[in-house]
């Protein structure tokens, strides 16, 4: 039974900062690639940030320099930093495990809602 759960999302005021944490059950999460995605009102889904097994991590444009991913696989627990928040990085935050080579082996959180206003 695989389950993985955000957390940490909330109200801000833009400028601040806020943390998300997605923690697994059910796989050994440090063989699974993670990521970040959030999707807003009317718009499709988008990666916000990954991080492979290896530790190699990709950021979306948007969020460069203001997001940080992490992982902590004793703790079977993926991260997002958000600092420097702004009104458009409202959204809702999704985790996401995928494995690298079996496509089956792919899963999702509920979502974690963040709001950025002032």
């Known amino acids: 039974q695989v389950q993985l759960v955000e957390s940490g999302g909330g109200l801000v005021q833009p400028g601040g900062s806020l943390r998300l944490s997605c923690a697994t059950s059910?796989?050994?999460?440090?063989?699974?690639?993670m990521g970040w995605y959030r999707q807003a009102p009317g718009k499709q889904r988008e990666l916000v940030a990954a991080i492979t097994t290896g530790g190699s991590t990709n950021y979306a444009d948007s969020v460069k320099g203001r997001f940080t991913i992490s992982r902590d696989n004793a703790k079977n627990t993926a991260y997002l930093q958000m600092n420097t928040l702004k009104p458009e990085d409202t959204a809702v935050y999704y985790c996401n495990a995928n494995h690298p080579f079996l496509p089956r082996h792919d899963y999702w959180g509920q979502g974690t809602q963040v709001t950025v206003s002032s």
């Open positions: 059910g796989i050994i999460s440090s063989i699974y690639n």
